[in-house]
């Protein structure tokens, strides 16, 4: 029996997230512990928030609907943080937990399932994904948006975007014009891109891989802009470790890069280096390769950084697996209605991550 | 004045490493705590691995060479740990501070000074960089060995090569088939590449930016073979966020990916999807592109990552910056002896930074 | 606006224990993060165990026992943990807020109120006394009573009893002799005592504080038998650091000792030191002094300390307060029914909390 | 091979204070991580603070003197915080390790030799105590005297008096007057008593000890003036865990009680509640039984605890004990030169600890 690691379902020093549940579990939820007294919980901007990563909710918007309202249980009183963690709770009320047993033994590919369950002896709740699921971004959204209104409080706004899915590409933010009314108006969007045009092209790849019975993944573009100069820090205390652990919390997320990120590996130095200049009496640099961060610290530019997420691996298509108990060999076919592209659902999941790590990040 | 963030200059719960100096300062080191006693220090392997990061260790190798040498001032009793933290120290013999009260106010385009001088009210240390300097990873590399060391008594291999620089490419690992074997022979190499034809290529385009008074960065690819399937767990204790918090700990990283990280957002479920064989009484999988990490969790499969350097800020080439006293702009050249690349000094540390972040996710 | 301290409302970083809920909000519970997989969660042990901490368990115990049964929402299947968090919530349904604004204005003495009142701006749950409320112990226990199940499969055991109430004396422990039998016993006891003969006098006095409208308090002494030697650590890793801050968790304690105690402050080194000798192969100490622990690691000899409990702040007695409005004196009577004496009920609180801090300490 | 407890020897969330080294290491020291930076570290009065611990002050302060001089070899620039994480080191200059095998498998009576034995397998440095030597408080000294200042600066002052030497009482600090004023006075006395009258009999207990080859301890009172309200919180948060888990980090204490403390188990509740009133527009309380705290959370009157500290262990007089190796019985005389009592030496270590714990109390 491994003993578990230290942690785990908890974030932040100052604002601590808790996680808990699982997808087929009575309940899910987090309990956000830190936050000052005395803060109106909006539960409408929340609610509207939360909505954005709800299943369905642009053509199949009615069934599933009730089952993501967040209960607060504690830690508000009319209306107002009272010092006490404010816990709120999710009835999974919409659960078939059905014939899972056979699951445990065959797991999917692209899951967790496997290494969950040699992690766990096999006791891990194999209903629905257990933790594993992409329902746990339910309470993740529900604690960033507590976590966004205190943020926009200090006039810091995050806004993200699909950059691109299967290769169907937005235009990108504009690194040092992006602007909070930029980032509320796709926040606002049915389909959160810039550049709408491209929006109808994205859905023809996610329906043609629905058709296909099969799925796909593309990279979300996140921006905070607000940010004075002088959050994070050197080594581990770095804006872009802080973000990154945040952001990885994501399931079926694979990479980040900040600014220029993978592409700097690509420029001389010369290019790379943003120079400086003075706008009135504030410091900002003409391009923005360093994304917001130089040092590990925020630059007073807006951080721009870019998270990669994999295709579903639920599909439809019949999977090449093993039988956990036989040793064999075995062919899978995942059952059920699953996403055939969970990129615009993540898209305020990982602006709700986004604002977990950065309100953890500031300094006063 | 703002106040520090938590945690700054340590990480890890299980074995906490805290790094301190400035390279400047008289001294920079790291206290490890937590290690087992009875642990035998091996200073030869330390300091083989720590000349890899070692500045000039080809061509220049002389001059600089006494002042990485770590002394270890607590913990260790007749070379072996004894419960007690381990503290050590690295003078810093070599430092010529001179006038660097002219660059307190004119920030180098790239570096931490503006982001820092903001943080730090001006306080910063400015000689070298203070403590975002380059020279911070001497003590992560020492503090890496030792964790490395602890993670090869349980077979576990951690090691880097240069996926590429300025665009000219290594060969990938071999997801499926990197072997502990394959990584100590990359790690002997004076050039760590895979495919040593590459190398005189990269180290071309090292001296051209060189001869340009410019500078160029690359991507370094890093694999852990041996690690049993099970370690690290959902939301806030993924791998991935560990191993990326540890990374970007490492001044110049851009940018992190896993297994096929970006690429993944290309590809379709059905061929991102990983199949599950039995090798013997071993799960594998056919292919690698979920780089050895299944819903943050290790499979048993080699762990795959590469992270994105940045070119070295610092060039001859002249700049343009501020003066943050008069509010003007002003034209900056950066004197001193640099590296036109710091990518082959980084491979060390980016397996130093991995070692760090895997021993704190074992589960025992 | 104060802005919150870290780690409020958690302990542990191996099983971490996250209380939530304040007396009147609809809920308070427990997240509990780091539990093995594969427990087999006994319900039946823990409602016993909470059924000690119960109000009114002997005479009055029918009208508010429906309300301390938690459930768990998260964590377990099939009886059994399956390595998400273990999150248990117990509804409030007894409450009365009735007019508790009264309160906000006019602090109870002995009552966290004003401080609260200053810490939160106002903004605190004042009704019941909010998260500072003796209630919060529940979720205590039940973690507690969690925790204790793991210790139990280790061999250790924790047990207390009432050493003191208003002066009037149990016998102590038999710091050498006391075993696990002996704790279990007590454990079954209406009042837990170890001489029956002392517990009618104690109840008396109990008796006569609440004739008098007023209360009165007394010390807890705990024993943890069958704990290995080698738990804890040097400076701030001792046990007894471990211990008081889980200890002091519970409202109401204001001392606690190991051991000899403040009454070691009254002896000379050659009585205070406790001899070694071999009983079989292994090693124990003549006397018990030094309660089980020595440099802060456990000796192997049980672990013995006292906490003392003041007497209930809340008493019908009328009491000298102020007005915050008007900055007057005002005169307060605590309205309610309130326990003349939570020692009795505080035992197992102590017993919880002491499991929480052991099994944090424990080496594997 | 047992394996360390997380956080062993640090401290703190916010200004985070970590001891290394050992009684006979090259050098302990602390690593002190959050401080704000363009603070100025006044040597002198750390000396002066430091100077009160030293060995042998007052008859022999001669030959050890230099050995506590600390270095700080980072954080520190022109005499201000940069930002980096402050290190100082103290040389272990005078240390003769001699003949310390014999201890090894002897475990002297009252010390850590035998729980440290089993803790690390017998690897522990047993020269000097190794980290569970007095001297480890040399650094928590310095550590103490850096919180001290910040708190000073906030107008926190904190000092602490011998209440009592076997059995000897100094009167009590008047838990409701005690001034910084007051606290200062004493802080320069030679012998740190509030009635000087009561110092020689306290002296002559000592010496009698002394002439007995045995050793005394006592009880050392502690009091922090100029607390705002609202610092602390309840549960996990509460000040008395925060200050006890620092308190208990110094060697030799057992036993800490706040306020009436174990006393209040013997009043009744009319007694133990301080009532409220006005003094002008601030909030005080009659008497001030509970010690500046309630609910966890500072009142804004002194905080007052007393902590208990035990004899001396170490004493010339022959003791029982037990050779590890063959399990036999083994009588053993302790060499060297000892304190008879500890207890005068303990009082700034009092007062360090419990800067370090206030200062990460704290709300802003």
């Known amino acids: 029996m491994l003993w578990e690691v230290q942690q785990m379902y908890s974030i932040g020093d100052k604002i601590r997230v808790t996680i808990f549940g699982q997808s087929h579990a009575e309940a899910i939820g987090t309990v956000i512990d830190g936050l000052p007294a005395g803060m109106e919980i909006n539960m409408d901007k929340i609610s509207r928030f939360m909505q954005r990563r709800m299943p369905g909710k642009n053509r199949y918007s009615t069934a599933r609907k009730e089952s993501d309202v967040p209960e607060i249980i504690s830690g ?84 993200a975007h699909i950059e691109r899915i299967h290769g169907v590409c937005d235009e990108r933010f504009d690194a040092v014009k992006v602007s909070a009314e930029q980032l509320k108006i796709i926040s606002g969007k049915e389909f959160p891109v810039i550049s709408d045009e491209i929006s109808e092209k994205m859905k023809a790849e996610i329906e043609k891989a629905r058709m296909d019975c099969d799925s796909v993944g593309g990279i979300i573009e996140c921006a905070v802009v607000g940010l004075e100069p002088g959050a994070g820090g050197a080594l581990f205390s770095g804006m872009e470790g802080a973000i990154s652990k945040a952001i990885f919390a994501i399931p079926a997320v694979k990479g980040i890069e900040f600014g220029a990120g993978f592409e700097a590996s690509e420029m001389y130095g010369s290019e790379n280096n943003d120079s400086f200049y003075f706008d009135g009496d504030t410091v900002k640099t003409t391009a923005n390769n360093h994304g917001g961060i130089l040092g590990g610290i925020s630059s007073g530019m807006p951080v721009i950084f870019r998270a990669a997420i994999k295709p579903t691996p639920s599909i439809a298509k019949e999977q090449q697996s093993v039988d956990l108990r036989t040793k064999t060999a075995e062919m899978l076919t995942v059952k059920g209605r699953h996403d055939p592209c969970i990129v615009p659902r993540a898209v305020p999941c990982v602006e709700a991550a986004a604002a977990i790590a950065i309100i953890n990040i500031l300094g006063e």
Chains 1, 2, 3, 4 share one sequence.
Do not use: W
């Not at 969950?116 to 309470?139: C, E, H, L, V, W």
């Open 76 to 159: 508000v009183v009319n209306g107002k943080t009272c010092g006490a963690p404010v816990c709120a709770v999710i009835k999974n009320s919409d659960t078939k937990s059905g014939d899972y047993d056979n699951l445990r033994y065959v797991p999917r590919p692209g899951h967790a399932d496997y290494a969950a369950y040699m992690k766990y002896g096999g006791n891990n709740d194999i209903r629905g994904g257990g933790q594993f699921s992409g329902r746990m971004t339910a309470p993740l959204c529900f604690a960033g948006a507590v976590c966004m209104q205190l943020l926009e409080e200090k006039g810091i706004s995050i806004g």
